[in-house]
């Protein structure tokens, strides 16, 4: 069993997530598969490892014990991976695919740079919809992809990486909290029909119980950046803040200089998961690992 690391992965993969839903994911194989490899390993051991309780998993004496030895093994093993790159001494341009808020306003510049050094290799950066991304990765285009839209697909393995909170920004100055009734006061830049966005804010509204037919829309934008110079631009002469809801990195520098403005909704915060993805295929690539466990990190 020694010989077989995977299985060791995948209880390491339980311990860290305290969950076994979560390490399926995050391993990209069934539940069910994730229980039978830690089966093996208590059968191989003869001790129970894993106790499951309601509000997740708890490692047995038997279990810290055997996770300190692994925690070792991976240690040993990585620091070999970082041997053999040197030997191979391979030259690669790592392909990283980002959605528009993320690639435009979430990942800074200096960013790539710092993944280029990590992996000692280029990163080229490709800014497009997450669907088409979503599809890049299954064509072997780009090997890890940065989405805003839980697209999923079977091939691949998605990684929750943090919380985007939307917010209304505005061309002229509103209360930090605006209550339901006011949101109909504002003129609105809208969302094209039929985008991922769209549905998302819809949803919101809906729950809300905000009527979005009954909102003075100005226009229909594709993406946040045209979204952002459609409220720049927008005329100011009657007195009516024109609005728009995007991601609060996207307008940071904007509401710093004081030339947009952010509020929120009262009572109700606006999120949206980002996600991490790449290919089964990759899993255990250790270049895609270095990059996703980096941004992972909080590094960017």
Known sequence: MLKDFVKMETFLTVARERSFSRASAKLGISQPAVTQQIKYIENYLEAKIIDR???????????????????????????LEKDVLKIMN????????????????VIPGE????????IDNDVNLSIDVSDKIIQGLKDKKFDVGLIEVPIFDEDLI??????????????????????????????????EEGSHTRRLLGEVFEELGVSCKSFD???????????????????????????????????????????????????????????????????????VDNVVNYILSGNC
Not at 90 to 105: P, V
Not at 224 to 243: G, I, M, P
Not at 253 to 280: H, N, P, Q
Request: glycine fraction near 4%; aromatic fraction near 10%; charge should be positive.
């Open 53 to 79: 309780k309601k509000n997740g998993i708890k490692l047995t004496p038997e279990g810290e014990e055997f996770y300190s030895v692994v925690t070792h093994l991976e240690k040993c093993i990585n620091n």
């Open 111 to 118: 960013c790539l740079n710092t993944i280029s050094e990590s």
């Open 217 to 287: 829309v100005l226009s229909e934008v594709s993406n946040t950046t045209a979204a952002l110079q459609s409220v720049k631009r927008a005329n100011k002469d009657d007195n009516r803040a024109t609005a728009t809801i995007i991601s609060k990195h996207a307008i940071a520098d904007e509401v710093a200089r004081g030339e947009l403005f952010e509020s929120r909704i009262y009572g109700f915060t606006m999120t949206r998961k980002l996600y991490i993805v790449y290919s089964k295929k990759n899993k255990n690539n250790v270049f």
């Open 158 to 191: 998605y990684r929750d990486w943090f919380d985007d909170e939307l917010v209304i920004v505005s061309n002229m100055h509103l209360p930090k909290i605006l209550r339901t009734e006011e949101l109909y006061d504002l003129k609105w830049v809208c969302r």
């Open 90 to 105: 391979k030259e690669m341009t790592f392909r990283l695919a980002a959605s528009f808020t993320i690639g435009s306003y």
